[in-house]
């Protein structure tokens, strides 16, 4: 229990979400809906990969809410 580092996997868990956060952002999804239809599917396929990650990653921290996270995925835990 020594070694295990919560606080830091804290820490970059939050840094993959803020940086998902800036991928949505700058790719202007709501822009690609309309103007290029398979580029957004590739925007949300991504979106939804970053989502599942950050499920995993914070189901120690936040275990109900991973676990809801998952099932509005449709993936298992």
Same mark, same amino acid.
């Given at each position: 229990?020594?070694?295990? +580092? $919560?606080?830091? #996997? &804290? +820490? @970059?868990?939050?840094? @993959?979400?803020?940086?998902?956060?800036? =991928? &949505?952002?700058? /790719?202007?999804?709501? !822009?690609? =809906? !309309?103007?290029?239809?398979? /580029?957004?599917? @590739?925007?949300?396929?991504?979106?939804? #990969?970053?989502? =599942? $990650?950050?499920?995993?990653?914070?189901?120690?921290?936040?275990?109900?809410?991973?676990?809801?996270?998952? +099932?509005? &995925?449709?993936?298992?835990?």
């Amino acid at each position: 229990m020594e070694k295990v +580092k $919560l606080k830091q #996997g &804290l +820490k @970059i868990a939050m840094s @993959i979400s803020s940086e998902g956060n800036g =991928y &949505l952002q700058e /790719s202007q999804f709501w !822009k690609l =809906y !309309k103007e290029d239809r398979p /580029s957004c599917s @590739i925007v949300m396929r991504t979106a939804c #990969g970053l989502v =599942y $990650l950050l499920a995993c990653l914070l189901e120690p921290f936040m275990p109900s809410f991973s676990r809801e996270v998952l +099932k509005q &995925l449709n993936v298992p835990p």
